[in-house]
């Protein structure tokens, strides 16, 4: 059981480029969350996903942030023409079901925008 | 908008003291309480969990007592050690989601 995967561990991207940050979820588990750290910060939730759904976006700003989890392949979180500010670390978790907690957290991507 | 709420910030204990992390929730709706660890360039781990209907869980050295009434949970540990310097995070969780607190940075002094 190789838990939840993400990659790349630590990505650097230039303003105005795009970011691409991969979520394996474990085994199992259908549902996935994307949170953001901010340096010395707590967990911000961004988005919840399901299977070619997206269930709760409430958290993700309004533009230049998407999501998706398809039907085949990782949940993908996508960032484009990324500013200073994105510079956090995404945090990726997932769970067998809806609510209830049992949430497994991956290890992060950590983006810095130079 | 800030769902839960989680103090102090910042928590120095010596050695062998206990550690005290509460935490105050809003929606009545959230039904898991759970508490994550979470060392420098990992991910938050789960620590200890509890569902409303009892008021105090214990797992070894870790403890959470659960006041529904005020909506309020705290986290206590006893016996501190150095090796539990982290940032700890209290969470709750509903059916769409888990809303995490702001964390607080724990130093265990030897």
């Known amino acids: 059981n190789a838990g939840v995967m993400q990659n790349p561990r630590h990505l650097v991207r230039r303003r105005g480029q795009e970011a691409r940050l991969r979520c394996s979820p474990m085994?199992?588990?259908?549902?996935v969350y994307w949170y953001r750290q901010l340096p010395e910060e707590g967990l911000k939730f961004m988005v919840y996903?399901?299977?070619?759904?997206?269930?709760?976006e409430s958290g993700m700003p309004k533009e230049r942030f998407s999501a998706e989890f398809p039907k085949e392949g990782p949940s993908i979180l996508r960032i484009q023409q990324v500013v200073r500010g994105d510079s956090a670390a995404y945090f990726c978790?997932?769970?067998?079901?809806?609510?209830?907690?049992?949430?497994?957290f991956g290890s992060g991507t950590r983006l810095t925008v130079v | 908008q800030q769902q839960v709420k989680q103090s102090p910030q910042s928590l120095i204990v010596q050695k062998g003291g206990i550690s005290i992390i509460n935490c105050a929730y809003e929606n009545t709706a959230f039904d898991y309480f759970p508490w994550y660890q979470q060392f420098p360039g990992k991910g938050p781990a789960l620590l200890i969990a509890i569902r409303p209907d009892v008021s105090e869980k214990k797992e070894g050295r870790f403890t959470i007592s659960f006041n529904k009434s005020a909506k309020q949970f705290s986290l206590h540990i006893m016996d501190s050690q150095p090796g539990d310097s982290a940032t700890y995070f209290c969470a709750a969780s509903g059916v769409n989601d888990m809303r995490f607190g702001a964390g607080t940075r724990l130093t265990v002094k030897p």
């Open positions: 978790a997932s769970s067998p079901a809806r609510g209830g907690g049992g949430y497994t």
């Open positions: 085994k199992g588990h259908s549902h």
């Open positions: 996903l399901q299977k070619e759904n997206i269930i709760d």
